[in-house]
């Protein structure tokens, strides 16, 4: 009996543990399945253009405020800046790189002057001087010369915030725009 007890007791812990690690806050489950149904009403395919990418924005406004977390692509503990923007895409279908430095040499590059909304905008690391990419954002508006991009930043903001090309060193440190949508 004891032997039976023991076994049960150990299922049951593992079982409650495994639940625990894959539980996901209830605003985020429930934002995923609003945008679920929205996009079962509109399927979207990965070889298809995505026709606005305002649900896509929308879905990043919503982790404005998560913090900043080197090597995190979790909401629950925080995203570095391409966890983050790999995280949005992935929530849409879109497979895309897990690494800045992997997004420059992946989708259709752009020049700045070819932006669109929800494009990937992909800047070097914090040394401008080196050219090696090492971040990134989405973009998220774009008036005339003022563009905005969505992004999830180690500096003053720490964290998913909106920040302008022309604020801070960013406009120094650019490389280029690419297109996933």
């Known amino acids: 009996m004891k032997r039976y007890l023991i076994v049960f007791s150990f299922l049951l812990l593992s079982f409650s543990a495994a639940k625990s690690q894959t539980t996901v806050p209830l605003q985020y489950q429930e934002l995923v399945k609003n945008l679920m149904k929205q996009s079962t009403a509109n399927p979207i395919s ?3 253009k995505m026709e606005s990418p305002n649900r896509l924005l929308e879905f990043a406004k919503s982790m404005l405020g998560i913090r900043y ?3 995190s692509s ?3 503990r925080g995203f570095d800046c391409s966890g983050f923007v ?3 895409f992935s929530n849409f279908g879109f497979k895309v790189p897990r690494s800045s430095r992997d997004f420059a040499t992946s989708g259709e590059a ?3 002057e070819d932006a669109r909304i929800g494009d990937v905008i992909v800047f ?3 040394n401008s001087r080196s050219r090696t990419p090492g971040h990134v954002g989405i973009i998220y508006a774009i008036d005339g010369d003022q563009v905005k991009f969505i992004h999830s930043s180690s500096g003053g903001a720490k964290g998913v ?3 302008s090309l022309d604020e801070g060193f960013y406009k120094k440190r650019f490389l280029k725009v690419i297109s996933i949508l």
């Open 46 to 48: 990965n070889t298809q």
């Open 69 to 71: 977390r080197a090597a």
């Open 74 to 76: 979790n909401p629950n």
């Open 86 to 88: 790999n995280y949005v």
């Open 110 to 112: 752009k020049k700045l």
């Open 124 to 126: 070097t690391g914090t």
């Open 161 to 163: 915030t909106i920040s």
